[in-house]
Structure formats: C-alpha cells, structure tokens
C-alpha cells in the first residue's frame, strides 16, 4: 500500500494545504486546519499502474422513453414532497443540514415511517444516537409501530453490509454525514476526508443500487467539525431545514436540485408529538401581527410556486451617533441601502441622521426584490408615525431611477391575500392586466414619490 500522504484540510471549507496556517486560503476562516492523510497519491503512484478497463458507451437517443420521468418514492408529507420536487428521486443522494436540534432526525424519522406504512423498505442508520433512542423518539412522534428498519452504525463498510442483505432498501437516511468514517480514508472521523470518503461511498452505493440517500448533516458556525458545505457538490439535492429560536415553526429550503425547482419551501411546525405541516404559512406569519401600528407593511410574496404574506416592521428613530446604524434581520442589507437611498434621492425622504432597524416578521427569510416597496412603504409609515391601512398588501420592486417595477406571479399575490380577508394593494402598474377583486381596489404608483406623498398625507 501506498505511504499516506499528509496535508492541511479546512474543514469548513475542504481546501487543502500543503502547510499549517492561521487563515485557511480558500474561505477566509481561521483555525479550521486540520491534518490529515489521504490514501496513496491521488492520481500517482502504484494506484495509476493498474489496467484500465474500457467502459460501453451508450447511444443518448436509445436512452429516450425509458428514463420519461425519474422514478420518485413519495412520502405523502405534501410539504416534504415539494421541497424534493415531487418525492425522492430513487439513485440519488440528498443533503439535509441544519442547526443541531432544529429537528433534522424529527422529520426525516417522520418520512422514514410514512414510507415503511406505504410499503417501501426504509433503512435509518444513526450514527448518533442508539436504536433505544430512536425508538423513543419513534414511540413520541406516534410511528413506533411502523416497519421502519433502524441501525446504530458509524462505519461505512460495516453500513453496506447492513443494508446488503435482505431486499433491497428504497431508502437509506444516514443521520449524520459527521459520524460516519471508512477504512479508505485514515483522518479521524469527522474531518473534511472522512466526510468526503464517506459520502462518496453511499453516493456510490445509491448510483448502483437505485436506492435514495439522505445524508443528514449538521451546520457548525465555528467550523470545527468538516460542515456539510464539502459535500453539497457531490450530492443531488441540497436541502436546509432552518428555524428561529423562539419559534415553533421550522421551513425546509432547496438550496441545489438536479431533479426539481430551487425556490420551494415546506413549512413545518414543531409540536410536542412532532412536525406537522403548515399548509398555509401566510396565517402562520400573519397570526402574530399586532393592530395596525407605525412601520408595519404586509408583504405578499412568492417562495417557488406558493404565495407567502409576511409583515414587514420597520423602526426609524433620530440616531446619536455620527454614521447611523442600519439593522435588518430578514432581508438584504445592500437592498435596503438602495431602498433607502431612492427615498433619499427621489423622494425627499432624509434618513442620513436616522438609525433604522428592519425586520421581517415571525424570523422569516426574504430573498425577493419584490419587496422593496413594501419596506419603503414600512420605513416611511414609521419615520411619519402614521400607520398603513391595516388591509393592504404591498409589492413591487423599485428601480434606481425611483420607479416602481412590476413582478411575476401578481394573479398569485392578490389572490392569497384577497382568501386572508386583505382587501386592498399596492402594487406596480405595470401588473395591471387584472381587473377584478383585490385588483380593482388596487393603487398602482408608477414612481415611489407617489406612494410617499400619499403615505405621508
Ligand atoms: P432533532 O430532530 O433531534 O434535531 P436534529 O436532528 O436536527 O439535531 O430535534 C431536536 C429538538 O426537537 C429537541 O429540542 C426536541 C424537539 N422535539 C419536539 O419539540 N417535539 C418532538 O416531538 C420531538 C421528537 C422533538
Ligand atoms: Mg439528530
């Protein structure tokens, strides 16, 4: 065998070194090196002696009709399912990260035996936590009595032997990728190789087999443990579970999908019995909102194919200090920088001596520029200390020019809010080809001058 050779992995970002250093080069993050052998030399070595076997390629167009649509395994959990695009894709290996204790083993336990009752065999491999444990977990969340099969394993060899026998598994969930190591690579468990390695093997396995893996992974802000980000490109989907602390509700996002649209979520909740769904998250968001005060905007917006309403609160107040503070939780801080200066160059609207302080209620994340008028309209609603009326939506997206531009899926946008009892909107007018409803009540500004002028009275 090969002398091992050694070399400085990051482990936040996989980068190697051939030195130690404080700062890894490749991501910018300190103290994340950590030393580790890999097997042989890649590509040198005795390894490149050996004969190479040629492959049989294949004609793409004799390919046609056999592979219409790639086979899925459907949970039934509808919010589950359209985060995955339509269930998960059988071959193909799936990244679920997350917080510690977001409730990453909580929901993949719930999909496990949601599959088992519908006939499918699901393999659950816990690096973690004993079989003991997951059964209690199990027993809580009501599904103990499912045919879920459940394995407390860290080895990757000693996992494909596991699963090997027997039929075949539909679904295999590896709970977590940090736990798991193989006798290829010679790092310790829980480094950038190992974690490599591994997944590699069970990607492998899934390619082969036809069988869907989970690999669940947990997000390290300090980087100490190899995080789940050295895995993302090797795997076909990537999904992020993510919640607030303080909140019971928890929204599972495409981050990478070879097999479905990217801009989905599933929303969940957490209870004592489990998550369950939140078919509809704009009551979910909009169920905290207080009575009509200054500063507050609901924003109707778009996550993929869903419409989500959220409120918008703003806080602008005369600031001490020389260069005011810009706080946004939620948003984009560059966004806001150019919201707030379009109302400063066109509007008139001075916030140069003003702290502000944006937030995005109930620790929801938007990434739409759609909302720019909703927070121009909540910072000016504050600065004024008028409230907005208390049954408007607001969306469009502004230009630098001042102007308010129009954005897709409007139809979406009125409609969810008209079923939530909203029943006015501003909104763009370049969206106005509909004419009924919520629409008809609607004030289209064409620049955002307008609209400040009529918020300010
Ligand atoms: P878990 O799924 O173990 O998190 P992860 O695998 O992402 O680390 O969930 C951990 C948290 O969820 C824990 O704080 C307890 C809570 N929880 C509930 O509130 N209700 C439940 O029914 C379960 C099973 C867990
Ligand atoms: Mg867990």
Redesign the pocket.
Known sequence: MAKPRFQFVCQNCGTAHARWAGKCEGCGEWNTLVEEGTVGGIGGGPQSLRKARPGRPVALTTLSGEIEDAPRIITGIGELDRVTGGGFVRGSAILVG??????????L?QAAAALASRGYRIVYVSGEEAVAQIRL?AQ??RVAETPVELAAETNVENILATIGEGRRPDLVIL?SIQTLWTETAESAPGTVTQVRASAQAMIRYAKSTGAAIVL?G?VTKEGQIAGPRVVEHMVDAVLY?EGEGGHHYRILRTVKNRFGPTDEIGVFE??????SEVPNPSELFLGERSAAAPGAAVFAGMEGTRPVLVEIQALVAPSPLGTPRRTVVGWDTSRLSMVLAVLEAHCGVRLSTHDVYLNVAGGYRISEPAADVAVAAALVSSLCGLALPADCVYFGEISLSGAVRPVGHAASRLREAEKLGFTKAVMPQGNEELGTGIAANAYRPEALADLVARIAG
Do not use: A, N
């Open positions: 997350g917080d510690p204790g977001i409730g990453k083993s909580t929901l336990t977990r809580r969340l709970d669940v947990h579970f957490m209870g004592d019995k489990g998550l």
